[in-house]
Every structure is written in structure tokens, then in C-alpha cells.
């Protein structure tokens, strides 16, 4: 088990705002597992690539998984320099001005590089993967075969190189600014919000929504 707080390195800190660096490792946990998604980049040659990629955490680690076909899963697996990036967007916030609007959101930058996850662990890796994304499915679906298996490529990320900033102040605004105060300043909160789900082309008339569907639609409603 790693240290509470996050490091505190000249690498990892936040020079623009740094008030809203955040070194509470329980914030980043949080943060990673509201996270559907993150952003992966390499350098491909002297070429940075950046993609999108759901994320789990295991612990103080992260767990990404792809195909093992894929150009930038292969790239990683050797253990190269990457970096990535997991965003929550919250809000909007409208100042009265453009240059003071911005963005409400919780943020996470996570350096280092990638190992394979092999043998037992590499099932019970996809496992939380799956429950991450869609949590209670692992339970549902049926057993992974060997040939899923092997075509799939777990990646683990060690939570040690990560800074958290989260922005979620108001517009800036003070009394003496002279701005028109017509004009209205605030916030939009901004969240992910489930739709209806449907069914399958293959799915029996009559079949009922999954408890891990029927959970996960209430959890973003
Ligand atoms: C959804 C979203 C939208 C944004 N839009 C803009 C924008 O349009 N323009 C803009 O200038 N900035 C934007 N930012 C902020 C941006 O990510 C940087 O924080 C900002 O550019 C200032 O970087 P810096 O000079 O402090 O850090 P840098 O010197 O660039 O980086 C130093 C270190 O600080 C850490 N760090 C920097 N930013 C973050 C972060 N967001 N989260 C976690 N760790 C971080 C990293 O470890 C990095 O290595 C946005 C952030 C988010 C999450």
C-alpha cells in the first residue's frame, strides 16, 4: 500500500494555479473510479499518440486492456515512457468575461510505463475492468475463453508518477472589477446521464434488463 498523499516532485506539479493541485490520494481513487475513459499517449518515434482507452484501477495501479493486435498496446507492452490522462468534466463555468470563463473538472496525470499482466492475475485484472466499466457484469456474462484470452492484452500502470488537479470554483468576481452585472455569471454543472436501454438484435423478446444494466442506469440517472 502506497502513501496517502500523492507526490509532491517538480515533474508532477502543477505550475499554472497551483491551488488546485490536489495531493489526496483518495481523491485520485475517487476521481479513476468515476472514470470510464482515459487517454494514453507514446511516443511513436519522435511522433507523440494519444488514445482513448478505458481505465480500472486495482489498488495503486491501473489497469487499461486492449487487443493484442493493437499498434499502441504492443508499443506499451515494452515497456516504454507513457503517459495518462483521466478527466471528469463537471461544469461549465460562464464568467462575464471569455477569458475568464473555464471549465469545472477533476483531473488526473499518470507517468510511468507498463507491465503485462500474465497467468491468473490477468483474469482477475479483466474482471475488475469489466466491473469498473459496467459494474456486476463480470458475474452475468458467461466465462471468457481461452482464444478471448489470448487475444486480449492487460496492461498494468503503477499509481506512483500521478498529480490530481480539480477545478471547481465560481467565475471570478469581485466587487470593485466594473463589470455589467446584467450579464449573468455561473455555473452549468455538466454530468454523464444514462438513456434508455435496448435490447440486442439476438435478444429474445421478453428477456429482462440485466441487474448490472438496471443498476448502472439508476447510478447515472
Ligand atoms: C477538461 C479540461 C480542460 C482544460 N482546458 C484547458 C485549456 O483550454 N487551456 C489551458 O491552458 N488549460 C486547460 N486545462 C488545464 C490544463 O490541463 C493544465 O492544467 C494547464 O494547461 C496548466 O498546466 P501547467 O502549466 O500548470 O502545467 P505543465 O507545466 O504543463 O505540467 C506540469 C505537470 O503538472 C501536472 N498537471 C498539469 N495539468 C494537470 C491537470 N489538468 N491534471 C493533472 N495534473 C496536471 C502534470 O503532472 C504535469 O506534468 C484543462 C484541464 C481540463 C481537465
Redesign the pocket.
Known sequence: MSNAELPRTD????????EK?VFDRDALNALLDEAIVGHVAVLRGDQPVVLPVGIGRDGDTLLIHGSTGSGIFREMADGRPLSV?V?L?DGLVYARSAFESS?H?R???I?GSAAVVEGDEKLEALAILTNHMMPGRWEEVRETTKKELAATMVLRVPLERV???V?DAGPDEFEDDGDDRSIWAGVLPLRIVAGEPYASEMTPEGTPVSPSVIAQTQRLS
Open positions: 515533474e508532477l506539479r502543477v505550475k499554472r494555479i497551483p493541485q490522462a478527466t468534466l471549465i473538472y483531473s488526473a496525470v507517468m498529480s490530481v488537479k477545478s
